[in-house]
């Protein structure tokens, strides 16, 4: 196996287990502002690998690097109307029972004083706060590697700069062959003395500003002489060119044939090319509405997922990927043939999408995800507004524990997600190519 490849899952997975400690950062440090007496902050599932105590709390690192979770003291609420103190009788029927246990070990671990301290007891916008913080920082956690991609690396683009690739001869589009023969004809960039890294700056007066606008305006023009203004070596020059007429590909539609469009004969170079921070929050928005897309058309997506992985069918590449897939793209990413930096910018991508995944994915309002508790702490400040409007008693705090039973299959049916991707990532899994 590549070193490479080793090195970028490694890579990744420190990425991944820095990006869970800041998400359960962004949950702690709200936590501990609103006096909710945290226990217990952790990154990763499993046995404990290292840990450490500090004042009341004990933070650690787990062997199972997939998740993070902080332990706060009284999430739920008790039986509405009983004393937590007093010793109640058992309750009775499965569910009923599931949500007793639960109340119990919610409470386990209150002592005498903590009554204040508790989660359930806070105001309802300390306890949205509390949860939003998990998703908030995925959210700048993206942003950032965003913009560092965006505007510290760039995106690979095609630039008006004449590509060592370029072919000096004259191939009709209807040759389907990618190398010259004998007796082939000179393109007019040859005739006319183009180089490799010559930078194509004017079209017959007009400033070209992008390959895109370089390729349309020569289209457009048609056969004939044009004055091609280039950069070669820093210095300004202009060179005479006679455009020639032939059937290209159109460049919205491949697979259509624009007839008798002007012809120059030159490949582009392709660049990093470096955004504004405005593209960013642009970027961020398509990026979070595809996910968010992604994620609404989940159900349908792993049915893909399942036919992938025992049917062999080709993967979504805009389908889902877990934890080990993108694991083995980070070590396809680093052992590929991208150059250095387009290696740093897939990867920086790569984590960018991971971290606005996990923020969009915990904002389901459904527990056990943040999302559901953030959805019980608008509910119960809802019902508290209109009390005091309506001029009724101050409600009791919103009791999630009732929708426990809900909350333990929505767990199940995550787990046999996260179980049936991790198969299709090990058997068939996403690549760079696909």
């Given amino acids: 196996m590549n070193w490479l490849y080793v090195v970028g899952i490694i890579l990744f997975l420190l990425g991944l287990m ?21 226990t217990q902050y952790m990154v990763g599932f499993g046995p404990t690998a290292w840990s450490r105590r500090k004042g009341e709390t004990e ?39 599931l949500i007793e246990s639960a109340r119990d070990a919610a409470m386990e671990e209150v002592r ?79 005739q006319a003395g183009l180089k490799p890294g010559d930078h194509m ?49 159109n460049l919205e539609d491949p697979e259509k ?8 004969g030159v490949r582009p170079t392709r660049v990093m090319e470096q955004q504004s921070i405005d593209q960013v929050i642009g970027y961020m928005g398509e990026q979070t509405s595809r996910v968010a897309g992604s994620i609404f058309n989940l159900p349908e997506k792993m049915v893909g997922v399942w036919h992938a992985a025992f049917s062999g069918e080709e993967r979504d590449p805009e389908g889902p990927v877990g934890m080990v897939g993108a694991g083995r793209l980070g070590g396809e990413i680093l052992a590929s043939d991208l150059s250095d930096e387009e ?12 971290n606005l995944a996990i923020g969009v994915f915990n904002l389901i309002p459904l527990l056990p995800l943040d999302g559901g508790h953030i959805a019980g702490s608008l509910w119960e400040g809802l019902k508290r507004a209109y009390a ?35 198969y299709a990532d090990l058997v068939n899994p996403l690549t760079l190519t696909n």
């Fill in 257 to 264: 044939i624009d007839k008798n469009v002007g012809f120059l």
């Fill in 18 to 38: 820095v990006s869970i400690a800041l998400h359960e950062l962004g949950h702690l440090v709200p936590a501990k502002l609103f006096g909710v007496r945290v």
């Fill in 59 to 97: 933070y650690g690192i787990k062997w199972i690097p997939f998740g993070g979770y902080i332990r706060m003291i009284g999430m739920l609420p008790p039986r509405p109307g009983e004393d937590p103190a007093r010793v109640r009788s058992t309750a009775t029927g499965p569910f009923q029972g």
């Fill in 343 to 354: 290696k740093i910018a897939t990867f920086v991508s790569l984590l960018a999408g991971f």
């Fill in 201 to 249: 700056v004017s079209f017959n007066g007009a400033t070209i500003g992008s390959w895109d606008n370089a390729i349309r305006l020569i289209r457009s023009h048609g056969p004939g002489p044009v004055k091609l203004g280039i950069m070669r070596d820093g210095k300004p020059m202009t060179l005479a060119v006679t455009l020639i007429a032939q059937d290209r590909p």
């Fill in 388 to 422: 005091k409007v309506m001029r009724r008693p101050k409600p009791q705090y919103v009791d999630i524990a009732k929708v426990l039973p809900l909350t333990y299959a929505a767990a199940l049916v995550m787990m046999i997600m996260a179980v049936l991707l991790v």
């Fill in 112 to 190: 005498p004083g903590d009554e204040g301290r508790v989660f359930y007891r806070k105001k309802w916008w300390q306890k949205a706060i509390i949860m939003s913080g998990g998703p908030l920082m995925n959210f700048v956690l993206a942003f950032v590697f965003s913009a560092i991609l965006l505007v510290g690396i760039g995106l690979p683009a095609d630039a008006p700069i004449v590509s060592a690739a370029t072919d000096t001869c004259l191939i009709p589009v209807s040759e389907k062959r990618a190398t010259c023969e004998p007796g082939d004809q000179l393109t007019p960039a040859a």
